[in-house]
């Protein structure tokens, strides 16, 4: 019983830096440039915008569903607390701007 003890300890032990490896970018935490960058650079990307939000940012509609459009996308950054990052994609209904 006493290894299922230590790799269930052990276990217990390396979820903090798992979790700490998953967390995403946080765009409060970057300058507009930054965050921009990034979109562009990676083609979509999940940004932390501040607190448990998040979004989905793409460079292009390329990176969105084949059903879905995009519209621009904004994230508060260091310097700046509408940076446009990006896009996000979206479905449309028939208007113009839904969320």
């Known amino acids: 019983m006493q290894p299922i003890r ?23 935490a970057m ?10 650079a990676r083609g979509a990307v999940v940004l932390g915008t501040g607190g448990h939000t998040y979004d989905r940012y793409v460079r292009d509609r390329g990176f969105c569903e084949v059903t879905e459009s995009t519209k621009p996308g904004y994230a508060p950054t260091l310097d700046n607390p509408q940076c446009l990052v990006g896009y996000r994609c979206f479905e449309p209904s028939g208007r113009l701007w839904d969320d």
């Open 6 to 28: 230590t790799l269930a300890f052990a276990v217990a032990l390396s979820l903090p830096a798992a979790t700490a490896l998953a967390q995403r970018p946080q765009s409060p």
């Open 31 to 40: 300058t507009c440039r930054q965050a921009a960058g990034l979109v562009f």
